[in-house]
């Protein structure tokens, strides 16, 4: 009977034992969401239902150094309804000037930068050449390009400086593709559509091209497009060097003939031959990207590359794009989000062409149920390593509403992979608690150094929710290195220069590109995480016009600011 | 014995009673078959045989043929009775239970032609939805898809509810890889027969032959739920699961189906697929050549092992095992776009355009077949976008 007894309880405290084994643990803390005490008190304008199409899509964000303070402010995209159309002041985008401390203050009106309308997207670059970081804003309509005035306000020159564009644009970034030391601007177009004539909500005119309906979904009504209605071109422009522009996209063939409906776009050096790529994000179409052929033209490469669509070949509903070193090769791979019951794809850069290792490096199965759009490549915890980070959200609010299938709801989690060092990632986002696992309808991410304390914070756009600013908290991280580039010329930040660090065993490149994410624009300084590296040995900048500057034994956890001699 | 006369007498009253209400003018006068048929009732079968026998003789009469014939079926002396219903049949429609009777005799001795002329004219002169459906399996078995799907409409229009029917018609429509006239009765059958494991699996199963593997998914998934460890639902959920790149979802159910059939080879080549998808490229290639060794030309098992050789940078035997999965199976898009990227990385532009071209266009078809099948169907995989 003793025998008995303590058998039992020896099962007993076996029992326990897997019981306390199994709780989970209190989530540790990365990210703390501080807007509201920092300031940020911005929510996108949001209509309901999404009845259309235009209604879904907006929320770029932009972190840009516009007063040249050494801090990153915040811009964030707000966007008007068709219920609002009529009043241009009914959605306000606004401009955040960081104070420091993280506390930023709304400096949308001194700056006149509040009412672009049907606002998009936004990218950041020096598009006259005075040194200042003007502000592209993206849109339906037309699009507004703020010349910064150095005094603390903008100017809108889009149409005198010929980049006004027109229909509806999503993504843009600059950069400078023929290298005439001035920087040029891309912009992708989206759909093609007439606010007087929409297509009516769960019905619409969605036929054509083959695609049938496409105002249904799973039996549910909802939205129409973007399948079924025309897509738009998209734009190169061509910095002239007299404060205007010219549109060069069908001459240096990257004027989307197919008529695709583009969201991101990554301007960046995918074959180390010094000239600026650029890889554009298609909605259920195949991606481009253009191999800069050093001539003032591009070819599309995507397909033989191997990231125009998915492993098995299946289009993709492509949104965001994230350009990263996650193997510390030197080389560019390309992270890409997708629509749901189709898997975000990490495209390893192998050298001459890409190889899709979504599902090899476990970044694809946790995605497969939700809509990303903003996304990031960022170490941080400072070990040297990029991780990576994703925001989602579905563009059907009618998704609650869907019983069958794979898809979440409406409101989404956001995902967070740590870089395992070995090709593979784990995706932790769970274990750093509510912030990750509050369902959001997010847009744009963009991520920075928002206090310069050397941890990557991240900033997210919402659609239908309050803006995020995630303050990094993650104690115990490693050493760190911030690179602030000052180009020379038309190009003071230096977009096309690409930063090697290397530190112990670690050796990490880093790109310097304008229009990054979701329709967004992340820090233009770069991030290094240096794990316990008290110094980096080398730093190594090779600029846009491929001269190089070399910098040994830097002392680690500063911002180091390096000019273009 | 007494009953089965009775049951014979009955049945041959109304086919005598017929040509006694309308007799052609110049035919002679039929034999007192009646007399006959109370003979047998009395239990003198023997007395009857001879009786007949001695009209047949004589005059040939395809009724008396007829009534020896369920004679001699009533002593189980089949053989005998099919050769009288030869006969009977040559000199006219032979009543519907013995028009059917010679046709399984037909079919059995594999004279198929004949017993699609018996039940073609059994079904014409009695509108018998018995009598289609066995025409329909007789049509299907001579790979007569057309005819067959025509005679189970015939058998629709008939009985439109009958679950049978709409059984038989989406069975018959798979076993044809004609998945569209399938969904159109599947869906109700599986909506009007929730509990019915096979209706779902059908339907998972013609929803997968069109191309709409996320539609397809729930009802496989449901089928598995009313009959679990059914190796072909479970292998059918792999494939499903697979295509929708959720390998590591894909894989219990495949090995699960491997536990209870170890050498089914759709389960061993669709393993591959997972484990390949998965990263786990030492098991893929195991089980994909396990597959192709198995079967050479099998299209995942090629396919798994052309991503593999991708993988593995063995960019030649990548292209030889996917141009296998190709011709295997030439309607996916997958293997040619992997051929245009074999060929790239070989140097080869013109290889890798040539398939490119082949991937761009069954992207096309797969696109019109999908329209087809939500247009008609109502069903939606919910991939508009």
Redesign the interface.
Known sequence: MKARLAALGAALLGAVGLALAQSPAAPSLLLRDVAREAGVVFQHQASPEKRYIMESMSGGVALLDYDGDGLVDIYLTNSLTVDTRNDPKAARSVLYRNLGGFRFEDVTDKAGVGHPGWAMGVCTGDADGDGATDIYVTGLGRNYLYRNNRNGTFTDIAEQAGVASSGWSMGCGFADYDRDGRLDLFVSRYVSVDLDHLPEFGKGTGKGE??????????VAVQCG???LPGESDFLFHNEGNGRFAEVSEKAGVGDPHQYYGLGIAWFDYNGDGWPDLYVTN??QPNYLYENQKDGTFKDVG????VA???????Q?SMGVAVGDYTNSGRPALFVTN?A?E?NALYRNDG??F?D?S????T??AS?PLVMWGTAFLDYDNDGWEDLIAVAGHVYPQMDQ?K????AGYREPKLLYHNNRDGTFTEVSKQYGPVFTDLRVSRGLVVGDLDNDGKVDVVVNDLDGPAQVLRNELPDTGHWLTVALHGKGGNPDAFGAVTTVKAGSLSMTRWVRSGTSYISQDDVRQHFGLGAQAQAELVEVRWPDQTTTRLENVPADRVLVVKQP | MRTGATALALLLVPALAAPQATPPPAAPRPPDLGAIVAQIEKGDAAGAERQLRRIIASSGDPAARQLLARLCFDQKRDAEAIVELRKAALAGPLPRDLGLRLARAEIADGHLALAEQQLRAVARRYQSVQVLMELARLQTRQKDAEGALASLEKARALAPNSEDVLNAYAQVSLSLRAPMPALQVLEPLARMCPTVAQYHYMLGVALMQVGDVRASTAPLREADRLEPDRPFTLIALGLVLNTQRMYGEAKPYLLRALDLEPDNVEAVAALAESEQGLGELEAAETHALRAVARVSDHAIGNFALGMVRMQQERYEEACAALERALVADPASPKAPYQLSLAWARRGDEAQSKKYLEIYRQRVREIDMRLEQVRAKTGISGGMQR
Request: aromatic residues 10%; proline residues 7%.
């Open positions: 083959g695609r049938g309906a496409t105002c249904q979904y799973r039996g973007p399948r079924g909605d259920s397909f033989p590359a191997g669509v998915s492993e098995d070949g299946s289009e509903g629509f019951e898997y001459t062409h190889t290792v599902f090899r490096s476990k694809a199965p497969l869907v069958t299938g794979a898809s």
